[in-house]
């Protein structure tokens, strides 16, 4: 497959910075959360896991050394071409700059990516950000989006959260994204 950027380029903003998170970023990846709501809230030692065991496909993004962004996900089990993204937030500080696109794009350019054709994720019907956000990635990758209830409001939330559609994104068409350095 040919190799091209179809996002801005990630280093076009020198002053953030991608990388995988460890295992002391889970409080401040845990407190992003909290505050960009309507995020589900995990707790810290969710997050915290999520910074130490699946470091390899999740996003922290700094700016001035700040967390401002983060991305997580996991190779789903089974389907070792399938990358599932679990949330994405972007501090308020960090808005209108594509930063959610730009993670999304360099955690699928990652080596540990290498054989993703497929982005899976849940969204809740009335959340038109994140719609809007894997619409976008879904054209850069050149790939269909399909959504289909999933986790539904009665039979796994007990009432409690909407119902989460599963967004599957793939498989990716002829271009893919530069390797992330």
Known sequence: MPSVTLHRDIKASTD??????ESRDGA????LIRDCGPLDDNSLYCNLLQCDHFADTC?????????????????KPGAPD????????VADAARGMGL??????HLVARGVCAAVAHVNTTITSDNKASWALFRSFARRMDAP???????RRDDHFEGRHD????????????LRIKKAA
Do not use: C
Request: hydrophobic content about 50%; glycine content about 14%; proline content about 5%.
């Open 163 to 174: 119902t989460e559609i599963m967004a599957e994104i793939g498989p990716f068409g002829g």
């Open 16 to 21: 953030i910075k991608f990388r995988a998170p």
């Open 59 to 75: 996003v922290l993004a700094e700016k001035d050394g700040e967390t401002v962004g983060w991305v997580s996900g996991y190779i």
């Open 82 to 89: 399938t990358l599932f993204v679990w949330q994405v937030a």
């Open 100 to 105: 959610a696109g730009r993670m999304l794009d």
């Open 28 to 31: 401040a990846v845990w407190q």
């Open 145 to 151: 989006l399909e959504g289909n209830p999933h986790f």
